[in-house]
């Protein structure tokens, strides 16, 4: 997950694209307030893209997305200029991609972009580790480091020890995935992915993207991905750019998307979402209203259980640091042995999530006992808890807005 804080990779501004014989006239028209359909019905120009502003943060995985000729694929090839921009800026570690000659243009492609297609675009004749050199090879890499460079990002994608196959002996995913390895290669500092997964089969893309999250978790790379598919957006996505027309309607998280939908083509884009499976636990997080500190006694604990009406009391360490779960009944037991610390009493037995965690996994793990789950940071801090009431209201509420 990233965040504003990032750096900027990549900043858009005011960029449009027109496609026919006149640009300038549709863009004219456009300001003037026209739609994309009453300007091609007055001149039969296409307004593919119009005034699109975002940024792409470092190490976000930005997924762009809309229904077939909303505009995403004229996007994603505008930023590498495969497609003339008609006005705006792409701005790439301050250099401004419309404005490059074509030297320049080819500099930074090579330098900055790799792309990933839905077609697999391999070369039949060649074996996986050469398909994968393709790149570094036409831009005249010594061969041994373009064989090191690409057995290693074979390797990043599961494909070890496949070197020495044709592409016709791989399954769908498996080509995919050296296509991924051919762009990981060229060790450029954006990946584009056009597409990419929605040629493979349900179980395959499922498969497929949850390895492009595991990789992303890995290299943190910089990713704008192309998709027509809420799910897979939902799914992936740091952030989604929603469009349509050639506009963009909304950029958000996808916890953004769902929540706070921008209006109502978002909200009819989004009806039958599965919120349990987008929602998260900081959703349903409620702050802890006590907790025993590691050097409290079973009277201590005993008296802050019932101040607050608990029968049960996390345990943490000075720093927040969760440490165990003490029952009323076993502190009880406790203070009549005449014990003085709660070392002896306190479990594990209790469901620890971290803040991420899709609400659709909570409700297993909700004991009999009624425990409610912790929710701690990557240093098991302890951020807030979750009861199951909670879960069921979060829900509920989301499917009311």
Same mark, same amino acid.
Request: proline share 4%; glycine share 8%; hydrophobic share 40%.
């Given at each position: ?23 300038? /006239? ?72 419309? /404005?490059? &000659? ?38 005249? $890499? ?29 399954? =769908? ?32 893309? /499922? ?36 469009? /349509? ?37 900081? &959703? ?22 019932? !101040?607050? =009406? ?15 779960? $003490? ?25 620890? $999530? ?31 808890? $979750? ?12 499917? !009311?807005?």
């Amino acid at each position: 997950m990233t965040d504003d804080t990032q750096p900027v990779k990549i900043k858009v501004r005011s960029l449009s694209k027109v496609f026919g014989s006149n640009p300038k /006239k549709g863009l004219e028209l456009r300001d003037q307030g026209l739609k994309r359909p009453e300007i091609f019905e007055k001149t039969g120009l296409t307004l593919g893209l119009s005034d699109i502003n975002f940024d792409v943060h470092e190490g976000e995985l930005l997924v762009i997305m809309g229904l077939s000729g909303s505009g995403k694929s004229t996007l994603i090839r505008c930023l590498n200029r495969l497609i003339e921009p008609t006005e705006g800026e792409i701005v790439i570690d301050d250099e401004d991609i419309p /404005k490059l &000659n074509d030297k320049e243009l080819l500099e930074c492609r090579r330098r900055h972009f790799s792309m990933v297609f839905q077609n697999f675009a391999l070369f039949p004749h060649r074996t996986v580790q050469q398909n994968a050199e393709y790149g570094l090879e036409i831009r005249g $890499v010594d061969k041994a480091e373009r064989s090191e460079k690409a057995r290693n990002s074979l390797k990043q994608v599961g494909l070890d020890g496949w070197e020495n196959a044709y592409p016709n002996q791989l399954s =769908g995913g498996m080509q995919q995935r050296v296509g991924l390895a051919r762009a990981l290669a060229n060790d450029s500092s954006v990946l584009l992915m056009d597409e990419a997964f929605s040629a493979l089969d349900p179980l395959i893309r /499922k498969d497929m993207q949850q390895e492009l999250l595991e990789l992303q978790h890995r290299m943190k790379k910089t990713t704008v991905f192309i998709t027509h598919d809420l799910d897979e957006a939902l799914n992936i996505g740091d952030r989604i750019i929603l469009l /349509k027309d050639g506009e963009i309607v909304q950029i958000g998280t996808p916890e953004q998307i769902l929540t706070q939908p921008a209006d109502e083509y978002v909200e009819r884009f989004i009806e039958g979402v599965d919120m349990s499976r987008i929602l998260t636990a900081r &959703n349903a997080m409620r702050p802890v209203r006590a907790t025993a500190r590691e050097d409290d006694g079973p009277r201590t604990a005993l008296r802050k259980m019932s !101040e607050n =009406g608990l029968d049960s009391i996390y345990v943490t360490s000075r720093d927040r640091k969760l440490l165990g779960l $003490v029952e009323a009944d076993a502190a009880d037991q406790a203070s009549k042995e005449g014990k003085q610390d709660l070392t002896s009493v306190w479990h594990q037995d209790f469901a620890c $999530v971290g803040p991420d965690e899709p609400l659709h996994n909570l409700f297993a793990m909700f004991s009999d006992k009624g425990f409610p789950i912790a929710v701690v940071d990557e240093e098991r801090r302890l951020l807030g808890v $979750v009861v199951k009431g909670a879960v069921l209201a979060e829900l509920a509420e989301s499917g !009311e807005n």
